[in-house]
């Protein structure tokens, strides 16, 4: 087993996340495409890590902190997904254009 | 030789999934299929030999982030998802764009070559615990931080006004 097949799975798991960020309607679809985008680097970090630096953890404790991130970024995303939710009665992108001028 | 028939077969059910999420028309449907993706994660966590994080995405992503993601769904519209279309106009040049981007980093993994050293299966969950309140001290005080800083930010949000 080498490194390379890892780094291509973690590549098309973040095109797809891209792709889904680019052209889902509901916000909270995007919001699910950003998640899979964060588990492609971590694939990265950890695959990294276990193949090139052997007795060394570094990468599994940077992975450690992208999942705190995330699941701050999904708490405070989704809490805002459901003000907006109040507001305007719509989950869709193209409603939300209340900053628009 | 099995090793690769695992790793295979995980990345085939992982890659499924993903495309699942973002492709299928119900918001609720897309949740559940994100669930299995991230515990294909975790199983190429397993392989990777992360066994405390094959532990953390189980605990912390399929059972902390998607029920939160499940609660925003049925919260929020779910008649409107049967009507309407869930993919905007422009789903043709975002996938030229993914595609173009796939390419790009295909080519420079295929110029690229890593010196790999030594591959040891041990366990990790002591090492990442000093290492936690060790070398990357700094980082996690920070972190307890942006919590408390994501807790009253969603407090704040989510009350009545």
């Known amino acids: 087993m080498t490194l390379h097949p890892y780094l291509i799975v973690s590549a098309f798991l973040l095109i797809i996340g891209i792709y889904g960020v680019l052209t889902r309607r509901n916000i909270i679809g995007i919001l699910m495409s950003i998640e899979l985008i964060f588990n492609s680097v971590n694939i990265n970090l950890v695959a990294f890590n276990h193949f090139l630096y052997g007795g060394n953890l570094y990468g599994q404790g940077i992975t450690i902190f992208v999942i705190a991130v995330a699941a701050a970024e999904a708490v405070v995303g989704l809490s805002l997904v459901l003000a907006i939710y109040r507001n305007i009665k719509s989950v869709y992108v193209e409603n939300m254009n209340i900053l628009k001028g | ?161």
């Open chain 2, 1 to 161: 030789m099995v090793t690769e028939i695992i790793f295979y077969s995980i990345s085939f059910l992982l890659l499924l999934c993903a495309i699942q999420v973002v492709t299928v028309r119900s918001v609720f449907s897309s949740a559940l299929y994100l669930a299995g993706a991230l515990s294909m994660v975790a199983a190429l966590f397993v392989l990777l030999g992360a066994d405390f994080l094959a532990a953390v995405q189980i605990l912390l992503y399929v059972g902390g982030i998607l029920v939160l993601l499940v609660f925003a769904v049925m919260l929020s519209s779910v008649q409107q998802a049967k009507l309407y279309a869930q993919v905007n106009e422009q789903w043709v040049p975002s996938l030229i764009v993914c595609l173009g981007l796939f390419l790009l980093i295909g080519i420079g993994l295929k110029r690229v070559s890593f010196v790999e050293g030594t591959v040891l299966h041990a366990p990790t969950t002591k090492g990442l615990g000093t290492l936690l309140l060790g070398g990357m001290i700094l980082p996690f005080e920070v972190v307890s931080l942006i919590l408390l800083a994501s807790l009253v930010g969603a407090i704040l949000f989510s009350r009545k006004t």
